[in-house]
């Protein structure tokens, strides 16, 4: 593996640092997106996002349960992780004063002393526990949540150090007193347990990431490999909804709760990767993997199962049960980026871009004021009313609402769209590698300490063409890596070279470069159908249409019955980004009192062949309530 510099508040925020690794993550002063599909949406998220969540979580209460350490709080208000909730837009408004929202900087001095104030002297912080009225800490391993929301405390407080705070800054001596407690309580001589939500081992390893303090990394390999032993108390769940059922080492695939497997796995990357354990990393990538081509839906979102948020058997993925929670879409993201900066595998690439533009880019709506906690892939029946904005609705399935009871997915979306640029691109041995295609400046230094500078300019998604400026470079040679996806067939390459042909996969310019020379990218983006595996029962005999990287679906804001719809597959779907347009039927099923009968074709009245339009998937339910499916049925 090529060793990476260690980290540095210098170059601005990254949310993942590796000690080392195939890749160098680039950070926020190094990499800006300036515009397009991308950029309205951190603005949104900057302007409405960010705001609508705090006065929330203000509202709610959920701030106001940090009072004093020694208070009386057996009153507070809120679930036992609304902790984690404040931590998470603590993350994402230091990500957005990264991005250069300096006016967010008294905002985050003044939450951080609420916060403050809350810790017990001896580093403990959770305002659910520990106080008067309340229950002991570390009473309820299994639901309380304590050490999950200290992980997202000191990722936090990570965010902010490296955003501006640095080494010195309050909420990273808060989150330091936090892990040290931790460890003090849960190290090798504390007290053997787990926390039934995995997270803490993330925030460890990149707190060790950022001060060197061995200890930290050295509690998050503990966790990991207690994990699996089934020493959290028995539940109707079952052990695996808490990640506590096999250990990391021996599963196969991720199962249980998806935003628990998908954490806990993303942590034990961070584990492998600073131990230098090569055979936990090719576990884990061995079970994504397999969790990838079984257990995912066409958007990207895992998770098939409503009762306990988890994923389902292998090819169990019913499109109107999808669960597919937002949290699950991010933390995947999370999962897919520690794996590609450690194997610099580009197959996680499109695993992330699947992910952003239809899972993230659905979550949320427009006016960054409310938002999908689930992302079902076929909606049979139209919500009567939207919520309106003083309304919080329960979690799981549902329209996109102001705010849930359960409210983790709008801020964990919010701190991944204020740190998104920093999954734009990253440096390899030899030059610059371009990940996710958005309008962007780049500047940095190459593994040798050269310094290098692009811009980028596309309409990706809309259109596929990408040209690529060189900025600044010197008289040696150096490459510029650019992705190919897997549906991009008929690719081309231009340069002063010339044009060609191009396949999918990595494609490496490599060669002394001048300023203001060029490099455009042609991605075909005609609309193509998708046919599910046959093993996928709950949507054989349907197909999709995407059209590059995103999925679109058939919404109807009427009287439509998308039930009795059918699609002429045998018609190439047309259209743009903005829509699709299909070939397609309606039938009326005859008047049958039993859906069940001989094997051949039962009469039907058809409505004649028409043309469909379909919407991106990210699109739909923004026009009001709506049905929708993704999966549509073939003639």
Not at 12 to 34: D, H, K, N
Not at 163 to 186: N, S
Not at 188 to 193: N, S, V
Not at 211 to 221: H, I, M, P, S
Request: hydrophobic share 40%; proline share 6%; with cysteine.
């Amino acid at each position: 593996m090529t060793v990476t510099s260690p980290d540095s508040t210098a170059v601005g925020g990254r949310p993942v640092v590796p000690a080392r690794g195939a890749l160098r993550p680039l950070g926020q002063r190094e990499v800006r997106i300036t515009g397009g599909f991308w950029h309205s949406r951190q603005e949104v998220n900057a302007a409405a996002t960010l705001p609508h969540a705090r006065s929330w979580m203000d509202r709610l209460g959920w701030t106001g349960g940090f009072a004093g350490s020694d208070s009386a709080r057996a009153d507070r208000r809120g679930r036992e992780f609304t902790d984690s909730e404040v931590y998470k837009l603590l993350e994402a408004m230091s990500w957005e004063v990264g991005r250069g929202g300096v006016a967010l900087e008294a905002r985050i001095a003044e939450l951080t002393a609420v916060v403050a104030a809350a810790q017990a002297p001896d580093g403990y912080l959770h305002t659910a526990f520990g106080r008067p009225g309340q229950r002991a800490r570390y009473s309820d391993m299994l639901w309380g949540h304590e050490l999950y929301c200290t992980g997202h405390l000191l990722q936090a407080a990570v965010a902010r150090a490296r955003t501006g705070g640095g080494h010195a800054d309050p909420l990273l001596a808060v989150a330091r007193r936090a892990a040290d407690h931790v460890c003090d309580t849960f190290g090798p001589d504390g007290t053997a347990g787990v926390c039934g939500h995995p997270e803490i081992e993330l925030g460890l390893v990149e707190l060790f990431r950022l001060t060197g303090e061995r200890r930290y990394l050295d509690q998050a390999a503990l966790f990991v490999d207690r994990r699996g032993h089934r020493t959290l108390p028995p539940h109707h769940f079952g052990w695996s909804y808490f990640s506590d059922d096999q250990p990391v080492r021996q599963a196969t695939t991720l199962h249980g709760h998806a935003v628990r497997a998908l954490y806990l796995a993303a942590g034990a990357v961070d584990v492998a990767v600073e131990t230098g354990d090569d055979e936990l990393l090719r576990t884990v990538a061995a079970q994504f993997d397999r969790t990838w081509a079984r257990r995912t839906y066409l958007t990207g979102g895992m998770g098939s199962r409503h009762a306990d948020e988890s994923f389902g058997d292998d090819f169990v993925l019913p499109a109107d049960r999808a669960y597919s929670e937002t949290c699950a879409g991010v933390a995947a993201i999370m999962l897919a980026w520690r794996l590609l900066l450690a194997t610099g595998d580009g197959r996680y690439d499109e695993v992330i871009e699947r992910i952003l533009y239809n899972v993230v880019a659905t979550a949320i709506g427009d006016d960054g004021r409310s938002f999908f906690y689930a992302h079902t892939l076929h909606q049979r029946t139209a919500p009567a009313a939207l919520p309106d904005d003083e309304e919080q609705l329960g979690f799981g399935g549902g329209p996109r609402a102001p705010w849930f009871e359960v409210s983790c997915c709008l801020p964990n979306a919010a701190r991944l769209l204020a740190a998104l640029s920093c999954y734009l691109v990253t440096v390899d041995d030899t030059g610059l590698r371009l990940h996710q295609y958005a309008d962007a400046e780049v500047s940095t230094c190459l593994a040798d300490g050269r310094e290098v500078g692009l811009t980028v300019r596309t309409g990706y998604p809309e259109d596929g063409v990408v040209i690529v400026r060189v900025t600044k470079t010197d008289d040696q040679p150096w490459s510029i890596t650019l992705r190919v996806p897997q549906w991009a067939t008929g690719a081309e390459l231009v340069t002063t070279y010339g044009r060609r042909h191009v396949s999918a996969g990595d494609i490496v310019v490599y060669r002394k470069f001048a300023v203001g020379e060029e490099i455009r990218l042609e991605l075909p983006m005609r609309p193509r159908f998708t046919a599910p595996d046959p093993r996928i029962d709950a949507t054989r005999g349907c197909v999709a249409v995407e059209r590059g990287p995103l999925v679109y679906c058939a919404e109807a804001v009427d009287d439509v019955d998308l039930d009795t719809l059918r699609v002429d597959d045998t018609v190439p779907p047309v259209g743009t980004a903005a829509g699709v347009t299909v070939r397609a039927r309606f039938d009326v099923p005859g008047r049958e009192p039993w859906p069940y009968g001989p094997a051949e074709p039962r009469p039907a009245t058809t409505h004649g062949t028409t043309s469909l339009d379909l919407v991106p998937y990210h699109r739909w339910a923004r026009r009001g309530p709506s049905t929708m499916r993704v999966w549509l049925p073939t003639t």
